[in-house]
């Protein structure tokens, strides 16, 4: 199952909005990061946010992180059209041989509207 | 910056057929990863390796196998296509223990199984 659950699976704004995504995880997590993915094209990270941090910025973007709630969210602040993608949480499970690898939650698909 | 190249942006393959996808990476990145992804399930691992020749199973590894010869090349190989396996092709690396460093993405192979 996936350890990240984004919510909402869509969301459509306006060009110059703001856009609010949450992401919830179950179990305890080193750090938890941000991916962003155009359409029919691999990922590119974002933001990664330590489990000791709270909130993050990077230019238009704000991340916050709540270990208590088990959640994060990722804020994108004046909206442009480009901004349209997928954006997608990914937390670090623990493997065999003390190894970790990152688990991906389905997703947020974002439009903006120009 | 760093580059992961996946050798294939389409790909059309028969059921049955043996078929290997190709990722490579340019900068000395210990760990390497598959993934698929399908709409409604998001990401998915597949498979990882740590290091050379080491490979550990992800959450579907099963129709799968993979192959770390070299550092820089990590293959998925489908042993016995089958249509169920048709989807988008994630291959992406990170340095060192990597549970602080992002995960570099290559743009796709996405994967038609007829």
């Known amino acids: 199952s996936q350890q990240g659950e984004e919510d909402p699976q869509a969301l459509s704004i306006q060009e110059g909005e703001n856009a609010t995504m949450n992401c919830s995880y179950k179990?305890?997590?080193?750090?938890l990061q941000w991916y962003r993915q155009n359409s029919g094209r691999g990922l590119v990270h974002l933001i990664l946010?330590?489990?000791n941090e709270r909130e993050k910025h990077s230019g238009r973007l704000r991340v916050t992180l709540d270990t208590s709630k088990k959640s994060s969210s990722l804020l994108i602040t004046a909206s442009r059209a480009a901004d349209t993608a997928s954006y997608f949480c990914?937390?670090?499970?623990w493997g065999s041989g003390n190894t970790g690898k990152l688990i991906f939650g389905q997703g947020t698909t974002l439009q903006v509207k120009p | 910056d760093v580059k992961v190249t996946q050798s294939s942006r389409y790909l059309v393959k028969r059921t049955g057929e043996k078929v290997f996808l190709e990722c490579v990476q340019d900068?000395?990145?210990?760990?390497m990863f598959w993934y698929r992804q399908d709409p409604g399930l998001g990401l998915r691992l597949i498979y990882f390796s740590y290091d050379v020749k080491m490979k550990e199973k992800g959450d579907i590894p099963e129709g799968y196998s993979v192959s770390r010869e070299k550092k820089e090349r990590f293959s998925l190989i489908l042993e016995s296509a089958s249509t169920n396996q048709t989807s988008m092709y994630l291959c992406?690396?990170?340095?060192?223990?990597?549970?602080?460093?992002?995960?570099?993405f290559g743009n796709g192979t996405r994967l038609t199984v007829t």
């Open positions: 990914a937390t670090l499970r």
């Open positions: 992406a690396s990170t340095p060192g223990q990597g549970y602080n460093s992002p995960l570099h």
């Open positions: 946010i330590r489990s």
């Open positions: 900068m000395d990145h210990e760990n």
């Open positions: 179990t305890s997590i080193n750090n």
